[in-house]
Protein backbone atom coordinates (compact mmCIF):
# COMPACT_ATOMS: atom_id res chain seq x y z
CA UNK A 1 0.00 0.00 0.00
CA UNK A 2 0.94 3.64 -0.67
CA UNK A 3 0.01 6.48 2.15
CA UNK A 4 0.12 9.89 1.07
CA UNK A 5 0.33 13.01 3.22
CA UNK A 6 -0.60 16.66 2.39
CA UNK A 7 0.75 19.42 4.17
CA UNK A 8 1.00 22.63 4.17
CA UNK A 9 -2.19 24.38 3.54
CA UNK A 10 -3.67 27.36 5.28
CA UNK A 11 -5.19 30.60 5.19
CA UNK A 12 -3.27 33.50 3.55
CA UNK A 13 -4.82 36.76 1.51
CA UNK A 14 -5.20 37.07 -1.80
CA UNK A 15 -1.73 38.01 -3.49
CA UNK A 16 -0.13 36.16 -0.85
CA UNK A 17 2.07 32.52 -1.57
CA UNK A 18 2.14 28.96 -0.01
CA UNK A 19 3.92 25.57 -0.48
CA UNK A 20 2.11 22.75 -0.34
CA UNK A 21 4.02 18.96 0.16
CA UNK A 22 2.98 16.05 -0.24
CA UNK A 23 4.90 12.62 1.89
CA UNK A 24 4.44 9.36 -0.03
CA UNK A 25 5.21 6.40 2.03
CA UNK A 26 4.84 2.34 1.31
CA UNK A 27 6.92 -0.04 -0.08
CA UNK A 28 5.06 -0.13 -3.23
CA UNK A 29 5.92 3.45 -3.86
CA UNK A 30 9.60 3.00 -3.08
CA UNK A 31 9.65 -0.10 -5.54
CA UNK A 32 7.85 1.45 -8.10
CA UNK A 33 7.48 4.12 -10.09
CA UNK A 34 4.73 7.04 -9.91
CA UNK A 35 3.67 10.10 -11.71
CA UNK A 36 2.11 12.53 -8.76
CA UNK A 37 0.09 15.56 -9.16
CA UNK A 38 -2.44 17.75 -7.20
CA UNK A 39 -5.94 18.42 -7.86
CA UNK A 40 -8.41 20.81 -5.69
CA UNK A 41 -12.02 20.61 -5.06
CA UNK A 42 -13.68 23.96 -4.22
CA UNK A 43 -17.00 24.13 -1.73
CA UNK A 44 -19.90 23.35 -4.48
CA UNK A 45 -17.50 22.06 -7.19
CA UNK A 46 -16.25 19.11 -8.67
CA UNK A 47 -12.53 18.26 -7.99
CA UNK A 48 -10.49 19.67 -10.63
CA UNK A 49 -6.76 18.72 -12.04
CA UNK A 50 -4.23 21.42 -10.86
CA UNK A 51 -0.53 19.88 -11.74
CA UNK A 52 1.15 16.89 -12.38
CA UNK A 53 4.73 16.23 -12.69
CA UNK A 54 6.32 12.76 -13.74
CA UNK A 55 8.31 10.20 -12.03
CA UNK A 56 11.68 11.53 -13.59
CA UNK A 57 10.36 15.34 -12.83
CA UNK A 58 11.66 16.37 -16.32
CA UNK A 59 7.71 16.76 -17.74
CA UNK A 60 4.73 18.56 -15.96
CA UNK A 61 1.36 19.80 -16.72
CA UNK A 62 -0.74 22.40 -15.04
CA UNK A 63 -4.08 23.68 -15.53
CA UNK A 64 -4.84 26.87 -17.57
CA UNK A 65 -5.96 28.76 -14.30
CA UNK A 66 -2.43 28.52 -12.09
CA UNK A 67 -0.44 28.22 -15.39
CA UNK A 68 2.58 30.96 -14.33
CA UNK A 69 1.51 31.22 -10.88
CA UNK A 70 2.38 27.40 -9.34
CA UNK A 71 4.85 25.44 -9.78
CA UNK A 72 5.39 21.42 -9.15
CA UNK A 73 8.17 19.52 -8.36
CA UNK A 74 9.52 16.24 -6.01
CA UNK A 75 12.33 14.81 -4.77
CA UNK A 76 12.35 11.09 -5.83
CA UNK A 77 14.89 10.61 -2.99
CA UNK A 78 12.75 11.61 -0.16
CA UNK A 79 9.54 10.76 -2.13
CA UNK A 80 8.08 14.09 -1.79
CA UNK A 81 6.28 16.40 -4.05
CA UNK A 82 5.68 20.52 -3.28
CA UNK A 83 3.46 22.72 -4.88
CA UNK A 84 4.53 26.31 -4.49
CA UNK A 85 1.34 28.63 -5.02
CA UNK A 86 2.39 32.34 -5.97
CA UNK A 87 -0.14 35.18 -6.51
CA UNK A 88 -2.93 33.58 -4.72
CA UNK A 89 -6.63 34.29 -5.58
CA UNK A 90 -9.73 33.70 -3.45
CA UNK A 91 -10.30 31.40 -6.72
CA UNK A 92 -7.57 29.25 -5.79
CA UNK A 93 -9.77 27.95 -2.31
CA UNK A 94 -10.35 24.36 -2.10
CA UNK A 95 -9.45 21.24 -0.45
CA UNK A 96 -5.95 20.05 -2.33
CA UNK A 97 -5.14 16.72 -2.68
CA UNK A 98 -2.17 14.63 -3.56
CA UNK A 99 -2.18 11.85 -6.15
CA UNK A 100 -0.13 9.19 -7.38
CA UNK A 101 -0.41 6.96 -10.58
CA UNK A 102 1.76 3.82 -11.22
CA UNK A 103 3.34 4.74 -15.02
CA UNK A 104 6.54 5.04 -16.60
CA UNK A 105 9.67 6.95 -16.00
CA UNK A 106 8.30 10.22 -17.96
CA UNK A 107 4.60 9.81 -18.05
CA UNK A 108 3.02 12.73 -16.69
CA UNK A 109 -1.16 12.88 -16.25
CA UNK A 110 -4.20 15.29 -16.48
CA UNK A 111 -6.72 13.47 -15.13
CA UNK A 112 -7.81 11.46 -12.24
CA UNK A 113 -9.32 8.58 -14.73
CA UNK A 114 -6.03 5.92 -13.44
CA UNK A 115 -5.42 7.15 -9.63
CA UNK A 116 -4.16 4.70 -7.75
CA UNK A 117 -3.75 6.68 -4.37
CA UNK A 118 -5.25 9.83 -2.99
CA UNK A 119 -4.42 12.33 0.21
CA UNK A 120 -6.83 13.15 2.41
CA UNK A 121 -6.55 16.57 1.63
CA UNK A 122 -4.93 19.52 2.73
CA UNK A 123 -7.38 22.73 3.10
CA UNK A 124 -6.50 26.38 1.03
CA UNK A 125 -7.65 29.19 2.30
CA UNK A 126 -7.39 32.26 0.33
CA UNK A 127 -8.80 35.57 1.33
CA UNK A 128 -9.60 38.55 -0.42
Known amino acids: QVQLVESGGGLVQAGGSLRLSCAASGRTFSTSRYAMGWFRQAPGKEREFVAA????????KYADSVKGRFTISRNVASNTMYLQMNSLEPEDTAVYYC???????????????????WGKGTLVTVSS
Open 99 to 117: SAQQAGITYVFRSDDAINY
Open 53 to 60: ISWSGDNT
